[in-house]
C-alpha cells in the first residue's frame, strides 16, 4: 500500500529494483566469491489506477477536514478520552493536544476492553508514534498509514466509514461523531487500499542465505534530509548508522507529478526487475564515465543493511512527503508471482531464511516477514563509506541531484556501489559472514588498542607525539609533511601485518585504489582523528602568524563588494542565492568537522556541484559551458560569503594530509581550484602586477610538491619505498638545485636567470619553483 | 603520473591542462572532445573544468585527466597551480582575435620556462568555422608553434573538427615522452609499475648552479 500524497514512492520500488537488478547482473558476470546467486522478485501488486490514487489523497484531506472530530480540542483529557473510546471498536481512535501548543501529543486507541496510548512526538518538521522508528511530515499521514498498518500500534486504527464517502452527512464535527461510527465496517474503498501495494525484494546469496529486503523499511531510514532538504544538508557520515547503512537516491523535488505519473507507469509491477532499459544507464555510471543525469531519481531507496549489531538505533528517523511503500502481512495477501524475473528461487517469501533467530529490530512493523528479522544497524563510528575509486571523488559522481538544494544524494555509481556493497553484506552476513571492509576496519582498530602490536605502539606514538608537538616557525608545511609521512609510515606498519594482508587479499571484488582509500581511512579514523583539532590549531596559528588568515580576511570585504563580476564571472551566470549559500556553509561546517582529508574532499565536490547548478540556473537560456573561466570566479565568490579561515586551514589540512594518488582525479582538481580561489583572495592587494605570482606561493607551491616528491606515498603492501634518480630537462636546461635530504630545508634561489621575455612576470623568486616544477613532471 | 602498470597491460595517466584566453573555446574544446558534445543553443547548461577521457592507444591504455582554467588575466597568476606536474598543455587561441595568439605565446614562454621540453604543447587554433573572420594567419601560427617545439592544430568544436586528431595526437607524443623517460630511467617496465603508487626522487644534481638561460628562447 502507498501512503503516498504526490509520488515518489513507486519510483521507490522500482529504483531499488532497477539497483539491485544491476548490481546482481554484475556480481554475477564477475562471479565474486559471496556473489548473489539467484534473485527474486516478489512483484508488488501496484495501484495502477490514478484514481486509487488520489482517493488516498481524498482520504488524507477528510482526515484533515475532521480533524475536530478524531482530535478534540484541550479541554479533553485522557479521561475523557479513555471513557469514549471505551466499548467502541478495536482500532477507534482520538488524538488528544496539549494543553499548552495545542499540537496533537497523545494518540488514544481502543483495543479489546481497553485503551492504549501512544505519545505523539515532534521532531524537527516530522512526527512519529513514541516507540516507532516511522516518521510523517504531519500527523494526518501518520494516522492515516496506521489506519493501513498498526506499526507499533496493537491495533490498525480504524476510520469510520463515512469519512470514506463523499459527503459526511453530518456537519456536527466531534469525537462522539468519530467514535459512533467506527464500529462499522469500512467500505470498499480502504480494503483496496490495503491491497494496493505490495512489495517486497528478495535475493539469495551464493550460500543460500535467502534475504528479504523490505522497501518500506529501507525507505524509512534515513528520511531526515528529506525533511530538511531547504536549508540542512546531512552528510553521510554524519547520518544515524541506519541511514547511512541504506542506499539513498535523491528526490527529484521539482515536477512532482510527472513524478506521479512515471510512479505510476513504473508501478504496474510487470515489469522484470532487471529490465533492459536499467543496464545501459547503470552500466555507464559503474565504469566511471560521466555520470549521467538521473531525471528520473524521484524516490528514495534504501537497502536495508546487515552491517548490524543488536543495538537499536536511538535517533529517529524523519518521514518522507515522498510516501511510504509497504508490504502487507503474507496472510493478508497472497503473493503475486506474475513476474519473477530469475527463478533460481522461489517467488514467495520463504521461511527458509535462517534470521529468524535473531533478535527483532525495533522498527517493526506489521508487514515484516513473520520471522524474518534483520538486525538493526551498528553504531556509526563502525561504518563508513564504502571506498570509492579515485575518480569517483567526482563532481559529476558525488551528487546527482538535479536539484542543488534537496538533500544528499549520492552518485550514480556510487550509489550502485553502495547497493552493492549493502546487498553482498546483506547477503553475507545472512549467510553467517561479515563484509569484508567492515571487518577490515574492525581489525584495524582492534590492533590499534591492542597492548603491544607494532602497529598500536605506533598509532600511540602518533597521537602522543603530534598532540604535544607543534611547528616551528615557518615550519607549518614541514610539520605537516612528517604527520603525512607520518602515516604513511603508520600505514606500512599496519600493512606488515599478516592478519591485514590476509584481509586485503580476500578482498578480491576491490581494486587497488579502493583498497588504498579502505586502508587510508582506517588509519584516519585511528591516527589522524585523535590529533586533528590539535592539527587545525596549528594551522591557524601559522597562518595567523605569518599573516595569511589577516590577508584573507582584509580581503574579504573590499572583494565581496566588488560581486561576481569583479572575480571575472561572466554575465548571466548565475551564482548561489541566499539559501543556497546558507547550504553551502554548512557543507563547509561539514567539512571543517571532518578529520579524513578524503572526506572533505567528498564535501568539497559536494559543494562545487552546487556551485555549477547554481551557476547553470543562470545560462539555461544561452546554454553557455561552463568551464574554468565561469567556475573560479564563481567559487571565488562563494568563498567570499564563507568563513575564509577555516577554509584556508581546512585547504591547507587536505592539501598536505591528503594521500597524494588522491590528487590525480576530480578532487585533485577541485582542491587545487580551492587553493587557487583562496589564493586569488589572500593576494588580492598584494598583487601588484596581475602576472605575478607571490614568492608566498611560490613558496608555498614548491613545498607542497616537495612533499609530493620527497615524501611520496608508498603503496599498500610495498614495504620499502623505492628510490630513483631524477634527472633533469633536456638540452641545456638540467634544473640546478640544491640538494635536499629527505624533509630537509630547503633555501629558495633567488630569482635569477630569468629568461628574457618574461620581463612581466613576478619580480622576486618565481624560478625557484619553476626550477622544481621540473622535478615533478619526473614522477 | 606518467605510467602505471596494471594488471596486464600498461596504462598511462596522463594530466594535461588546458590554457587560453576566456572566450576562445578551451571548454567547448574538451567537451566536444569528452562528451561529444557542443552546446551552441542548447538548452542544457554543462560543467567541463574537469574531465576525463579513457583511450586504448595501439594496445595501450591511456587516462586522460583534463584540466581547465580560468581565462582571465587575473587568474594568470595561478597558472602554475594548475599546471604543474602537466604531462600535456593545449593552448587554444580563437582565430578572429589576435589577442588570444599573443596570449598563447605568453603562455609557451611561461610552460616552456617552468616545465622545459618535458611538456608537449599543442597550439590549437579554434572556430576555423569562422575563418572568413581569421585574423591570425595560418602560416604565423604554424611557424611560431615549429619554432617553440609545439604541434599547431585548426580546429572547430562547434563543427567537430580536428578535435580527435589534437588529443590523439597529444597522447601519442606523450606516451613517447613517458617512454623515453622510461628508457633514460632504466629499467622500465619495473619503473612504470611504482611510478603511479609514488617514487622517491633524489636528485642527482646536489650543485647550486645558476639557473640562467632556461629556456629564454620563447
Redesign the interface.
Known amino acids: 500500500m502507498v501512503v503516498d500524497e504526490g509520488g515518489g514512492g513507486g519510483g521507490v520500488v522500482e529504483e531499488l529494483v532497477e539497483e539491485v537488478g544491476l548490481v546482481l547482473r554484475k556480481r554475477g558476470r564477475r562471479a565474486v566469491h559471496g556473489a548473489v546467486s539467484g534473485t527474486t522478485a516478489i512483484p508488488w501488486r501496484s495501484s495502477r489506477s490514478s484514481s486509487r490514487r488520489s482517493s488516498r489523497r481524498r482520504l488524507l484531506q477528510r482526515l484533515k477536514d475532521w480533524e475536530e472530530a478524531w482530535s478534540p480540542p484541550p479541554p479533553w483529557d485522557r479521561e475523557e478520552a479513555q471513557s469514549a473510546l471505551r466499548g467502541t471498536q478495536p482500532g477507534s481512535f482520538l488524538v488528544l493536544r496539549d494543553h499548552v501548543t495545542c499540537r496533537p501529543r497523545l494518540l488514544c486507541v481502543a483495543t479489546d476492553g481497553h485503551v492504549t496510548e501512544r505519545e505523539i512526538l515532534f521532531s524537527d518538521r516530522v512526527c512519529q508514534l513514541s516507540g516507532s522508528r516511522l516518521s510523517f511530515p504531519d500527523v494526518f499521514q501518520l494516522l492515516l498509514f496506521c489506519s493501513f498498518s498498526r506499526d507499533v500500534l496493537p491495533e490498525v486504527l480504524r476510520l469510520p466509514p463515512w469519512i470514506f464517502s463523499e459527503s459526511p452527512e453530518s456537519s456536527e464535527l466531534g469525537p462522539k461523531m468519530w467514535l459512533s461510527a467506527s464500529s462499522e465496517n469500512p467500505p470498499e474503498e480502504k480494503s483496496e487500499a490495503l491491497g494496493s501495494v505490495l512489495c517486497c525484494l528478495q535475493m539469495t546469496s551464493s550460500n543460500g542465505a535467502l534475504c528479504v529486503v523490505n522497501p518500506l523499511y529501507l525507505h524509512e531510514h534515513g528520511d531526515e534530509w528529506l525533511m530538511q532538504r531547504p536549508l540542512a544538508q546531512r552528510p553521510l557520515a554524519q547520518m544515524p548508522p541506519a541511514q547511512r547503512s541504506l542506499v539513498q537516491r535523491p528526490l527529484a523535488q521539482s515536477s512532482r507529478t510527472s513524478d506521479l505519473r512515471r510512479d505510476q507507469r513504473r508501478l504496474s509491477g510487470t515489469r522484470p526487475w532487471s529490465g533492459a532499459g536499467l543496464i545501459p544507464k547503470r552500466a555507464v555510471s559503474l565504469d566511471q564515465e560521466p555520470a549521467p543525469d538521473l531525471g528520473d531519481s524521484s524516490g528514495v531507496v534504501r537497502a536495508r543493511s546487515a552491517d548490524s549489531s543488536k543495538t537499536p538505533v536511538s535517533s529517529g528517523p524523519a518521514s518522507s512527503t515522498s510516501g511510504v511503500v509497504l508490504r502487507r502481512p503474507s496472510r493478508d495477501s497472497p503473493i503475486a508471482t506474475s513476474s519473477p524475473i530469475t527463478t533460481s528461487s522461489p517467488s514467495a517469501p520463504s521461511p527458509l531464511a535462517p534470521v529468524s533467530h535473531m533478535s527483532p529490530s525495533p522498527h517493526r512493523v506489521s508487514w515484516i516477514q513473520d520471522g524474518v528479522w534483520l538486525p538493526p544497524p551498528s553504531p556509526p563510528s563502525l561504518l563508513h563509506l564504502p571506498s570509492m575509486e579515485l575518480d569517483s571523488l567526482s563532481v559529476s559522481s558525488v551528487e546527482e541531484d538535479p536539484d542543488p538544494l534537496s538533500g544528499l544524494a549520492s552518485s550514480s555509481h556510487r550509489l550502485a556501489d553502495k547497493v552493492r556493497h549493502r546487498f553482498s553484506a546483506v547477503g553475507q552476513a545472512l549467510g553467517g559472514l561479515v563484509c569484508p571492509k567492515r571487518r577490515f576496519r574492525y581489525r584495524v582498530q582492534e590492533m590499534s588498542d591492542r597492548r603491544g602490536s607494532v602497529f598500536a605502539d605506533g598509532v600511540r606514538t602518533f597521537v602522543d607525539g603530534f598532540l604535544q608537538k607543534s611547528p616551528e616557525r615557518d615550519g607549518l608545511t614541514e610539520f605537516l609533511q612528517e604527520v603525512r609521512a607520518s602515516l604513511t609510515a603508520l600505514r606500512e606498519t599496519l600493512l606488515e601485518h599478516v592478519e591485514i594482508q590476509g584481509l586485503l587479499d580476500a578482498m578480491t571484488d576491490m581494486t587497488d585504489a579502493e583498497i588504498d582509500i579502505l586502508v587510508e581511512r582506517s588509519i584516519h579514523k585511528v591516527a589522524l582523528k585523535p590529533v586533528a583539532s590539535h592539527l587545525y590549531g596549528c594551522i591557524q596559528t601559522s597562518r595567523s602568524s605569518d599573516g595569511i588568515l589577516d590577508r584573507l580576511q582584509r580581503n574579504q570585504r573590499p572583494l565581496q563588494a566588488g560581486g561576481v563580476g569583479q572575480l571575472g564571472g561572466s554575465e548571466g551566470v548565475g551564482v548561489p542565492d541566499q539559501v543556497t549559500l546558507e547550504r553551502i556553509r554548512e557543507r563547509w561546517d561539514t567539512m571543517h568537522e571532518a578529520y579524513s582529508p578524503n572526506k572533505k574532499v567528498e564535501v568539497l565536490l559536494k559543494v562545487c556541484k552546487n556551485i555549477y547548478h547554481c551557476m547553470s540556473a543562470g545560462t539555461e537560456s544561452t546554454g553557455a559551458v561552463l568551464g574554468a573561466d565561469d567556475f573560479l570566479p564563481c567559487l571565488s565568490w562563494v568563498l567570499l560569503q564563507s568563513d575564509v579561515v577555516a577554509l584556508q586551514v581546512d585547504t591547507e589540512y587536505m592539501m598536505e594530509l591528503l594521500d597524494p594518488t588522491q590528487l590525480q582525479g576530480e578532487g585533485g582538481y577541485y582542491l587545487t581550484s580551492l587553493y587557487a580561489a583562496l589564493f586569488f583572495i589572500s593576494s588580492f592587494r598584494t598583487r601588484r602586477a596581475v602576472r605575478q605570482l607571490s614568492v608566498e606561493a611560490q613558496q608555498s607551491l614548491s613545498q607542497w610538491h616537495r612533499r609530493r616528491t620527497l615524501h611520496c606515498d608508498h603503496p599498500p603492501r610495498r614495504k620499502l619505498p623505492h628510490t630513483i634518480h631524477s634527472r633533469g630537462g633536456e638540452g641545456g636546461e638540467e634544473v640546478p638545485q640544491r640538494g635536499r635530504g629527505r624533509g630537509g630545508e630547503e633555501v629558495p634561489q633567488p630569482g635569477r636567470g630569468r629568461g628574457g621575455e618574461g620581463s612581466e612576470e613576478g619580480e622576486g623568486g618565481p624560478r625557484d619553483s619553476e626550477l622544481r616544477l621540473k622535478k615533478w613532471k619526473d614522477v | 603520473?606518467?605510467a602505471s602498470g596494471?594488471g596486464g597491460g600498461k596504462t598511462y595517466?596522463f594530466?594535461v591542462v588546458?590554457l587560453g584566453e576566456?572566450?576562445v573555446g578551451?571548454?567547448?574544446l574538451?567537451?566536444r572532445y569528452?562528451?561529444n558534445k557542443f552546446?551552441?543553443?542548447?538548452?542544457?547548461?554543462?560543467?567541463?573544468?574537469?574531465?576525463?577521457k579513457k583511450l586504448n592507444i595501439t594496445g595501450k591504455r591511456v587516462n586522460l585527466?583534463i584540466?581547465?582554467?580560468?581565462?582571465?588575466?587575473?587568474?594568470?597568476?595561478?597558472?602554475?597551480?594548475?599546471y604543474?606536474?602537466s604531462?600535456g598543455a593545449i593552448l587554444v587561441y580563437d582565430i578572429t582575435d589576435e589577442d588570444s595568439f599573443q596570449k598563447v605565446k605568453n603562455w609557451v614562454?611561461?610552460l616552456r620556462?617552468?616545465?622545459?621540453?618535458?611538456?608537449c604543447l599543442c597550439i590549437v587554433g579554434n572556430k576555423i568555422d569562422l575563418d572568413k573572420d581569421r585574423h591570425v594567419s595560418v602560416e604565423e601560427a604554424e611557424s611560431y608553434a615549429e619554432s617553440v617545439g609545439a604541434k599547431h592544430y585548426h580546429t572547430s568544436a562547434k563543427l567537430n573538427k580536428g578535435i580527435e586528431e589534437l588529443f590523439l595526437d597529444l597522447c601519442k607524443r606523450m606516451m613517447e615522452t613517458a617512454q623515453a623517460?622510461e628508457r633514460?630511467?632504466g629499467n622500465g617496465a619495473s619503473?612504470s609499475a611504482?611510478?603511479?603508487?609514488?617514487?622517491?626522487?633524489?636528485?642527482?644534481?646536489?650543485?647550486?648552479?645558476?639557473?640562467?638561460?632556461?629556456?629564454?628562447s620563447?
Open positions: 603520473m606518467a596494471a595517466s594530466k588546458l576566456g572566450c578551451k571548454t567547448s574538451v567537451l569528452c562528451e552546446n551552441d543553443k542548447h538548452i542544457t547548461t554543462l560543467q567541463a573544468s574537469f574531465l576525463t585527466a584540466w581547465d582554467t580560468a581565462g582571465q588575466e587575473r587568474f594568470h597568476a595561478l597558472g602554475p597551480i594548475y604543474r606536474d604531462n614562454k611561461e620556462k617552468m616545465l622545459g621540453n618535458e611538456i623517460e633514460l630511467k619503473q611504482s611510478n603511479r603508487r609514488g617514487v622517491q626522487i633524489v636528485d642527482d644534481e646536489p650543485q647550486a648552479t645558476p639557473a640562467g638561460g632556461c629556456c629564454s620563447g
